[in-house]
């Protein structure tokens, strides 16, 4: 099941919310959980056993190092069966296959594995390993309930694609969180805003994209414009379900954490992945790279932490090679940055800092779309004019799609949501206007449901 499905839409989540609010306070996390295991069991029913033993093992892992915050020893012990256990799982299903793959392109003639990836694997392990860390350093306690454990681990507002909600910042709101009104209507609109990111601006800038993509050797102008439908589609995509996700939580009366900050409008590199999946960022931040020694070490060990965040980042993020091209593209540029280039981004004019950032993430996109890097490497020679051969329908696409893409770039930006807290502050008036927007943002995105073909979002995939 899915955020941008009339099945969730109309029945789902209706349903779940009436009998969220009717159960006792007590039931509450309880209701959540049953929901949520029906919601991640409408695909693959058999990937719910793996959910609910990674839940099992690291709920009795957080009771041992709880029991033994005074032995460093046994509590290392039970963090380290945590990592290993929902690494491992994540390992066996996530890269097995790549594994083999790529032992086999060195000479060896190994049948490939058909092994389905779970639902949501790569970031429910993260919350799992979060727990069981968080635990350790004591930022909260253990949780002594099961139930409550277990819906913190498979709430399915955020359980498919995050965003990855850390275990110290949930715990408050997992034991003792309070539903409102105000809560549950910013909510609600907060989930039509990323439903109609998707719906109307992600899947026309898809349908552009794909449309490059199959094209064996693309025209400059086609190439220009694939890269930049692929740099909005992503981004309104994963931000899109995020707003919903963040919509869902909160209309289950959660909080759940911001994972885009207008990441397109920043100056650096750096600062647009500090803007961009930042509960990822995050995540890697303070269980990675600060304990590696953060940036308080020597250029060489700042290099050699930097490089395993970004390897790493880039391997989470799928099984294939292009994506850990891409994480070593990412690190290269965020290493020169702190090394050298920041200083010299400081002094030149903001537009041409801000021109250096937006394109270096939309070439780096080019290596994350492409599992062939034969195709990225056609599309990188066609950007700079290298492509004497290249299908020349740019005009048609640009004329086509052009209108969108420039819609596409004003929602990247600040100006839209600056215009419209603006606006909201007008009172009654703007709530009145604010109401009829959403309204009219559900119609679009209802008949764009009706009217295309299912289209799941991106990082469903890692």
Not at 84 to 112: C, D, E, H, R
Not at 224 to 252: E, K, N, R
Not at 313 to 326: D, E, K, M, P, R
Not at 327 to 338: A, D, F, P, R, S
Request: hydrophobic content about 50%; proline content about 4%.
């Amino acid at each position: 099941m899915s955020f941008n499905n009339l099945t969730f839409l109309c029945f789902f989540l209706p349903i779940s919310l009436a009998a969220y609010y009717l159960v006792p306070r007590k039931g509450k996390n309880l209701c959540l959980f049953l929901f949520s295991l029906v919601f991640y069991a409408w695909g693959v029913p058999s990937h719910v056993l793996l959910l609910l033993t990674v839940i099992l093992v690291d709920y009795l892992c957080g009771l041992v190092i709880s029991r033994f915050s005074e032995s460093p020893g046994k509590g290392k012990a039970a963090v380290a069966v945590n990592v290993l256990l929902n690494i491992g799982i994540l390992g066996y299903f996530k890269y097995t296959g790549l594994l083999v793959t790529t032992l086999n392109a060195a000479g060896l003639s190994l049948p490939v594995p058909e092994i389905a990836l779970p639902l949501g694997i790569s970031f429910y392990t993260f919350q799992s390993i979060s727990y069981a860390v968080d635990v350790y350093r004591k930022k909260a306690p253990a949780m002594i309930n099961f139930i409550s454990f277990a819906s913190y681990i498979s709430c399915f507002a955020n359980i498919v694609s995050g965003p990855i909600a850390r275990y110290e910042l949930m715990y408050p709101q997992i034991t003792g969180r309070q539903e409102t009104l105000e809560k549950f209507a910013r909510g609600g609109r907060r989930f039509l805003t990323g439903l109609f990111k998707k719906m109307l601006i992600a899947n026309t800038m898809a349908e552009l994209a794909q449309r490059v993509q199959y094209m064996d050797a693309p025209s400059t102008l086609a190439a220009w414009l694939g890269m930049l439908a692929f740099t909005f589609q992503i981004y309104f995509d994963f931000s899109g379900y995020s707003d919903m996700a963040i919509g869902v939580g909160g209309m289950f009366g959660f909080e759940l954490p911001e994972n885009f900050d207008h990441p397109y409008a920043s100056r650096s590199f750096a600062e647009f992945w500090r803007r961009w999946h930042m509960t990822l960022g995050r995540w890697f931040r303070d269980y990675v790279y600060i304990p590696l020694g953060g940036n308080r070490v020597g250029k060489l060990k700042l290099i050699r932490n930097t490089a395993v965040v970004w390897v790493l980042t880039g391997i989470w993020h799928g099984a294939s090679w292009n994506f850990a091209l891409w994480g070593v593209y990412c690190g290269i540029l965020i290493i020169c940055e702190k090394l050298f280039l920041q200083k010299v981004l400081d002094k030149l004019p903001v537009f041409f800092q801000w021109l250096y950032a937006f394109l270096a993430a939309a070439v780096g996109w080019v290596f994350f779309s492409y599992t062939d890097l034969g195709k990225a490497g056609t599309l990188l020679a066609a950007l700079v004019g290298i492509a004497p051969n290249g299908a020349d329908s740019g005009g048609y696409l640009l004329v086509t799609f052009g209108p969108m893409l420039v819609v596409a770039a004003l929602f990247s930006s600040p100006l839209v949501s600056d215009f419209i807290k603006k606006v909201r502050e007008f009172g009654a008036i703007a709530k009145i206007l604010w109401t009829v927007a959403c309204g009219v943002l559900l119609l679009l995105s209802i008949g764009a449901m009706l009217s295309n073909a299912y289209t799941p979002f991106l990082y469903a995939n890692f």
